[in-house]
């Protein structure tokens, strides 16, 4: 990621949730494209397919491939605001079917991307850093190649005077100052109940710092916004401030090892 993206807003949680699912899908269309062109020497004028068991073994990774991609988009769905009962019409099954099935992965998916990397993650070999979807998790660099993607994919028989130069990355949306704030402290409570579930004391100064920068950050674009600035926003500003100066200091005073900082 640029210095110029990291200062950009957050990606909005329904804009990584349908990353997940044009990659998945992306994925799948590559894959089922296999299927179509049939080799030389496949068939046999005997009736035989020596080859056939091979394509059954294939074929046999489809259903995952396709419930990674109703998973997804069940999760862009939900993060998109829709009610478990749109959901579940859309599925034809009862709002309470549509929860139990999904509702456990839609709150997984949003607790990672509140803390992609894996909360115990000591760098010990083999362990799984990441637990975030790699497309939710570098929106970017995904969104670039998607694009690339979709332009290589186009059937040259569509009638297209101007093909659309973003066709994935031009259709994202970042979060608005409000918004960014309620996300950031989402962040920060998940970095509490990650310490929780670990034993921890507390989260790592650095991360709780980093946290608390990005807050400062959206208030004082929150400030900047208002012709005239209000006393919440004031408070909020002063807060936001002084959070950051204490862990600053506090910073300063801990030792390296107990201020490592995961990426965001």
């Given at each position: 990621m640029s210095d110029d993206e990291r200062e950009l807003p957050p990606f909005t949680e329904a804009t990584r949730a349908r990353l997940v699912l044009a990659a998945e899908a992306a994925e799948m269309a590559d894959y089922l494209q296999g299927f179509v062109s049939i080799g030389e020497h496949e068939l046999r004028a005997d009736g035989s397919a020596p080859l056939a068991g091979s394509v059954v073994?294939?074929?046999?990774?489809?259903?995952?491939?396709?419930?990674?991609?109703?998973?997804?988009?069940?999760?862009?769905?939900?993060?998109?605001?829709?009610?478990?009962?749109?959901?579940?019409a859309a599925l034809d099954v009862t709002r309470q079917s549509a929860q139990e099935r999904f509702d456990e992965t839609v709150d997984g998916f949003r607790a990672?991307?509140?803390?992609?990397?894996?909360p115990g993650y000591t760098g010990a070999f083999g362990e799984i850093r990441w637990r975030l979807h790699p497309a939710a998790r570098e929106p970017?660099?995904?969104?670039?190649?998607?694009?690339?993607?979709?332009?290589?994919?186009?059937?040259?028989?569509?009638?297209?005077?101007?093909?659309?130069?973003?066709?994935?990355?031009?259709?994202?949306?970042?979060m608005d100052p409000r918004a960014e704030l309620r996300w950031h402290s989402d962040r920060a409570h998940q970095q509490w109940h990650d310490a929780a579930r670990h034993l921890r004391a507390v989260p790592p100064v650095a991360d709780r710092l980093e946290v608390a920068e990005a807050v400062l950050g959206a208030w004082e674009k929150i400030a900047a916004s208002e012709t005239r600035v209000s006393r919440a926003t004031r408070d909020g500003l002063e807060h936001a401030r002084r959070s950051v100066a204490e862990l600053r200091a506090?910073?300063?005073t801990t030792p390296a090892a107990e201020t490592t900082t995961r990426s965001s």
């Open positions: 073994d294939e074929a046999n990774r489809l259903p995952g491939m396709a419930r990674r991609v109703l998973e997804a988009a069940v999760v862009y769905a939900r993060l998109g605001k829709l009610t478990w009962e749109e959901v579940g990672e991307l509140l803390s992609p990397e894996n970017d660099t995904t969104a670039r190649d998607l694009d690339d993607w979709v332009r290589r994919h186009r059937d040259p028989r569509d009638d297209i005077d101007e093909p659309e130069a973003a066709p994935v990355s031009g259709g994202l949306t970042r506090q910073l300063d």
